[in-house]
């Protein structure tokens, strides 16, 4: 009866959630026709004002907060534990969102725009990422607290990286996000050091797992919206092109890895890194050609999912603590690939300058905020670790009824 109803309601999350973005796409406006080439400017989100047409803005807003809820089920591959991830995503999306605006328009002096609550949005995915690596290890509470510290965080970041410095390219956010979300997410598991978490059996089931395909394909297929959305219309396209080729990139080096490293394809590694090419080509996005965009791709693909076989276990034995979701080998190693190539091909070092003071502010930040969780969470029970019972009123059948 329990694992019915639990179907029943993902099923009617995901049906809710496609229907939502997919009605809004009959007015978008066929933004982005004129190509520009790789020898154009290079496109930064110093300037969140760069969307001309507003449908075009409601649709992109709609597309990330679309692409947020499938980044729960990105994480739902633990069995019994998938009503708590939807609400701790919940929860933590409503507090960021709100403090973050809260910051951009009482210190900041920002007017409420749609640009700016698609920067809402955007900080509201980067914590969403950020706490798959604590999820299940701290109170179902304490995802509000973490919200509301992350939104200043999350402007304190943007404010280094495109009013402090000067010609940061990170039009995609390779760091802006995904290093972001890595490192303030590693921060806080250093100072959490749940190890418990190491001893809990992970398993997955083949329904559980289901819903992280369909995400994973999902988010494949809706990242060109969201690493163009605040591109101004006449870079759009290339801004697509070059995000789909470094997907098809990593695709194809996650199944080789995964085959020539494991025999058979893990899914839980490859839902992930074959995210890992739309991660890395964030800063490049606007610098290099179809062909350039697949070869990142390549590489990041293989060394994400080089990451999940060899470098997370090795790593989380060095540290003591554990990266639940692997959020590390996609969104960090990913990062850092789009920095770095970034900043080779421009020619610049200010990437790396913004790639290290983001990990550095982060993982203060980051740090600070697991000590205060640590120091406010009290004591989970073991049985209630991973359990959506901790947290939920479960209508389950009588255990004789339950056999029959």
């Not at 890595?182 to 059996?201: D, H, Q, V």
């Not at 080729?245 to 080789?256: E, V």
């Not at 350039?292 to 470098?311: C, M």
């Amino acid at each position: 009866m329990r694992v019915e109803t639990k179907r029943l309601l993902t099923l009617v999350l995901v049906v809710s959630c496609l229907l939502m973005v997919m009605l809004p796409m009959g007015s978008a406006s066929a933004a982005g026709e004129e190509l520009i080439t790789p020898s154009g400017q290079p496109g930064t989100t110093s300037d969140t004002s760069l969307i001309d047409d507003e449908s075009d803005r409601w649709t992109k807003n709609m597309d990330v907060w679309f692409m947020l809820m499938l980044v729960a089920f990105l994480m739902m591959f633990i069995r019994k534990f998938e009503w708590a991830v939807a609400l701790a995503v919940l929860l933590v999306t409503v507090t960021s969102f709100l403090t973050y605006m809260a910051v951009q328009e009482f210190y900041f002096d920002r007017s409420w725009d749609m640009s700016l609550m698609l920067m809402g949005v955007i900080c509201s995915i980067t914590v969403v990422i950020a706490i798959g690596m604590f999820l299940g290890t701290v109170k179902m509470w304490q995802y509000l607290l973490v919200g509301a510290i992350f939104g200043p965080v999350f402007a304190l970041v943007e404010w280094f990286m495109f009013s402090y410095l000067d010609g940061v390219v990170d039009p995609g956010g390779s760091i802006l996000v995904h290093m972001c979300a890595a490192y303030f997410g590693m921060g806080a598991i250093l100072t959490i050091r749940e190890k418990r978490a190491f001893n809990e059996p992970m398993y997955y089931s083949t329904h559980s797992i289901s819903f992280v395909w369909l995400a994973s394909m999902l988010l494949w297929i809706l990242w060109p919206s969201f690493v163009t959305c605040l591109l101004p219309a006449d870079q759009q396209s290339w801004g697509m092109i070059t995000c789909y080729m470094a997907g098809i990139g990593s695709i194809l080096t996650t199944y080789i890895v995964c085959v020539a490293a494991q025999k058979k394809v893990n899914p839980t590694v490859f839902t992930y890194a074959m995210l890992a090419g739309p991660v890395a080509i964030g800063s490049p996005l606007l610098s290099v050609n179809q062909w350039g965009a697949l070869v990142i791709g390549l590489i990041a693909g293989t060394l994400s999912a080089l990451s999940f076989i060899y470098l997370q276990p090795w790593l989380c034995k060095k540290i003591g603590a554990l990266d639940v979701m692997g959020v590390h080998n996609l969104h960090g190693v990913g990062g850092w690939i789009g920095a770095l190539t970034a900043a080779i091909i421009v020619g610049s070092g200010t990437n790396v300058i913004a790639a290290v003071g983001v990990v550095a502010i982060t993982m203060v930040t980051g740090g600070i905020t697991g000590a205060i969780l640590r120091a406010t969470r009290g004591k989970i029970a073991d049985e209630d670790m991973f359990e959506d019972k901790a947290d939920f009123i479960l209508n389950e059948a009588p255990s004789t009824e339950a056999s029959q």
